[in-house]
Each structure stands twice: as structure tokens, then as C-alpha cells.
């Protein structure tokens, strides 16, 4: 997109002064004088006539490195420009518009090119909130040797940043998610798609015999076995409470909680569980930077909290870990959710007294000094379960939830 030239300041004064002088030299009876003024309308008059010819065009090409950071992580972007057409580019002046959590774009002259030649310009961006940060449009203006008119034109093609959300180190305690047997009755995800998922070998000394795959020992005559691709993993399902309704105008708060699923997304993987967010993005998915991507993209929606307590029963009905992170400003909308934990299993319930976080000192003055309605409620149900005010450390609130286990009857004893 580009604009046809324009006067500059200087342009229209140079206008409005040539008017004047000729209306004076004609008054006056001075030739000369009138000469003078008609010369200095000129200037301007030709400047916007020899600058209604379009520039050449410049092709951009930008490249962000990394493309994903965590918050106040730099980023570099590199702005490659190269001429076209058949002419020599005039000088230009470049900025780049970007997001405002961004800062200020920037501005650097960008000298003639000849056709096919190449200028690259490198700049940092760093954001301290996450989501997906807009860089571009490239907006280049060309002025005329006198200063007279200047025109622009905007290069087509955006780029962007996403910023994932802020992981705090949650500390090394293992999560035991099988409450009522060992460790290893937790819910596993295997042999999914049936026989797909098994690959059959030759038989190796030490194999379990058990493990014999019969049909194919028969067809090739030599002992085969069964051997799982992939192996065994828990599951753990993180309810996200992402209803606009839920937090009103306490913002913080759902910033709280988006960075505690966050944090915990990232220490149940590398626990070995495998992950799914309901609230944000697709409960399917467990891919964790797919995860983190749908948390960095994630905003309050105006949708009930219904539909994701279906999705989060269908996902722990064979006994999965689950952590509901809620907002108390509407109790009524979360009674659903204590009945999502599974028998015998661990669910977790941090509970955000939206109050606190408010921006207004008088309205946080209201925050209760108790656990408010949910907490006896979830606690009734088997969850344990936390109040979270402003200012609360998420590694403190989860340790406080879920304590280092010390033993099988320390588990046990958090479950009844």
C-alpha cells in the first residue's frame, strides 16, 4: 500500500509564501518581485509533480530468531530488503511498526539499491507478557532533495513473536498419582490403536516367554515376540478455569493462573506424565510445546465451564492426576468439577480468591480471610486443595497441596 506524495511542512510554507510574493509584486507594479514568487510556488508544485512517480519496489524478507522465547527473553529480527524492478532505489527512510508491549519500532535510512541488491538490518524485541506479538508492517518514506513533499509506502508481510507464558520451577517432589495402589497402577496410554502399536521380533535369551507372539512364531517357524513401541505413561489433566465472567476485572488473576498450568505442565512432563490442558487449546493434544503454545494464545472466553468438565470427566475416567486451577467469583459454575477426580486417584484444587487481585485497594480490603465456599467443598470430595491470594508463589502453593511424599501411608492418608 502507498501513498501519493504530500507537501511536508517546509512545502507548504515554501506554497503559501510564493502566493503571497506574486499577489505582492502584482499589486505593487514590481515584475521582478512577481518572477520570485512564481519561482518559489514552483518548487513545491514540481517537487509533487516529479514525486508522483512510484518509487521501485523493495522486497522484505523478515526472520525472527528464536521465533518462541520466554518472557523478557530477547529475540533477534532480521530485516533482509532487496531492490526491484529495473531502477535505482532513492534513499529511504524505514520504521518498523510493531506491538506495543513491544516498544518503539526502528528507524534507519535505507541507502540505493541497484536491482537485486541486498541491505539487512538486525534489531532486538523483548516482551515480559506473553502471547503472540505482531512485528510489522515495514513502513518506508522517501523525500525530495529540497524537503518538499514526502511519500510513503507500507511493504506487505508481518511477523510475529510468541511469548509463552512464565514457568516457575515447581522443585524436584515427584508426584504420586496411583493414591490407592503402587506407582505403577496409575493410568498408562498404550496399545491405543490395537496391534498397530506392537512390533513383533526375532526371540532373544532372557525374553519372557509370556510374551510370545504365537501366530507369528507359526507362520515363520522361529520363536517372535512381542515388543511395545511405545511405552507406558501416566496422565495427568490440567482444568483450566478460562471464563471472563469467572475473574471480572481481575486480570492478574487469570495471568496466575494461566502461569501455574503452565509451571505445572512442564513438571508433570518431565515426570514422565503425559499432559493434557482443558481450557486451552486441545485436550488431545500432549505435545508439551503445543501445550505451551495454546497457554501463551490463551484469553478469557465468554463460553460456560460446562464443556470443558466433559472433556476433563472423558480424560480421567481411568483414574489420571487432575489439577482444576478455578476462579471463586462464581461457586455455583464450578460444583461440577470436585466430581472429575477419579476413585482412588490425586486431584489437586488451587482455588483463586479473585478479590485479592484486584486493582482497587478498598475492593482487595473485601478479600476473605478464610477459604471461601470451594474449598470445603472440593476438600469434601477427596481433592486437596488451597486458597490462592495475590502475591502467592506458585512453587509455594503447590507444595503446600501436594506435599513430598513420605511413604505409601502418607499418600494414602492425602486420599481419604
Known amino acids: 500500500m502507498s501513498r501519493r506524495p504530500r507537501l511536508t511542512g517546509r512545502g507548504q510554507v515554501f506554497l503559501a509564501l510564493g502566493v503571497v510574493v506574486v499577489a505582492l509584486g502584482t499589486l505593487l507594479g514590481y515584475p521582478d518581485i512577481t518572477r520570485a514568487g512564481v519561482l518559489v510556488t514552483g518548487l513545491p508544485v514540481l517537487a509533487v509533480v516529479a514525486g508522483w512517480r512510484p518509487a521501485p519496489p523493495v522486497a522484505l524478507q523478515r526472520?525472527?530468531?528464536?521465533?518462541?522465547?520466554?518472557p523478557e527473553q530477547p529475540a533477534q529480527v532480521e530485516l533482509v530488503l532487496r531492490g526491484r524492478g529495473t531502477r535505482l532505489t532513492p534513499v529511504q527512510v524505514a520504521e518498523e511498526e510493531l506491538d506495543a508491549l513491544l516498544g518503539t519500532g526502528p528507524h534507519f535510512l535505507l541507502p540505493r539499491m541497484d536491482p537485486g541488491e541486498r541491505h539487512t538490518v538486525r534489531y532486538r524485541v523483548a516482551s515480559p507478557s506473553r502471547g503472540a506479538h505482531r512485528l510489522g508492517p515495514l513502513h518506508l518514506e522517501r523525500r525530495d532533495p529540497f524537503g518538499m513533499t514526502t511519500a510513503s509506502v507500507q511493504l506487505p508481510g508481518e511477523g510475529q513473536l510468541l511469548v509463552l507464558p512464565r514457568i516457575e520451577p515447581l522443585g524436584p517432589n515427584r508426584v504420586h498419582g496411583g493414591g490407592l495402589g503402587r506407582e505403577g497402577q496409575v493410568p498408562h496410554m498404550v496399545a491405543l490403536h490395537g496391534e498397530d502399536d506392537v512390533s513383533i521380533r526375532a526371540y532373544r535369551d532372557g525374553d519372557d516367554l509370556r510374551r510370545v507372539h504365537w501366530p507369528t512364531t507359526a507362520h515363520r517357524g522361529e520363536l517372535m515376540v512381542r515388543q511395545e513401541d511405545r511405552p507406558a505413561r501416566r496422565r495427568a489433566v490440567l482444568l483450566l478455569d478460562a471464563r471472563a465472567g469467572a475473574y471480572g476485572d481481575a486480570h492478574e488473576a487469570f495471568e496466575w493462573a494461566v502461569r501455574a498450568v503452565a509451571s505445572l505442565a512442564v513438571h508433570l512432563g518431565e515426570d514422565g506424565y503425559a499432559v493434557h490442558v482443558v481450557g486451552a487449546g486441545e485436550p488431545g493434544r500432549t505435545d508439551l510445546l503445543t501445550v505451551l503454545r495454546a497457554l501463551a494464545l490463551v484469553e478469557p472466553t465468554a463460553d460456560a465451564l460446562t464443556p470443558y468438565v466433559r472433556d476433563a470427566h472423558a480424560l480421567t475416567a481411568d483414574g489420571a492426576v487432575v489439577v482444576a486451577v478455578v476462579a471463586d467469583h462464581d461457586p455455583e459454575a464450578v460444583l461440577a468439577v470436585p466430581g472429575v477426580r477419579s476413585p482412588g486417584s490425586l486431584g489437586v484444587a488451587l482455588v483463586l480468591d479473585t478479590t485479592s487481585f484486584a486493582d482497587d485497594p478498598e475492593v482487595r480490603g473485601w478479600s476473605a480471610r478464610g477459604d471461601g465456599e470451594l474449598v470445603p467443598i472440593f476438600t469434601a470430595a477427596g481433592w486437596r486443595t488451597r486458597t490462592v491470594r495475590d502475591?502467592?508463589?506458585?512453587?509455594?502453593?503447590?507444595?503446600?497441596?501436594?506435599p513430598p511424599a513420605r511413604g505409601r501411608r502418607a499418600d494414602l492418608a492425602g486420599l481419604r
Not at 391 to 402: K, M, R
Request: glycine share 4%.
Open 391 to 402: 502475591g502467592d508463589a506458585v512453587a509455594d502453593v503447590w507444595a503446600a497441596a501436594v
Open 63 to 70: 526472520l525472527v530468531s528464536p521465533a518462541l522465547v520466554a
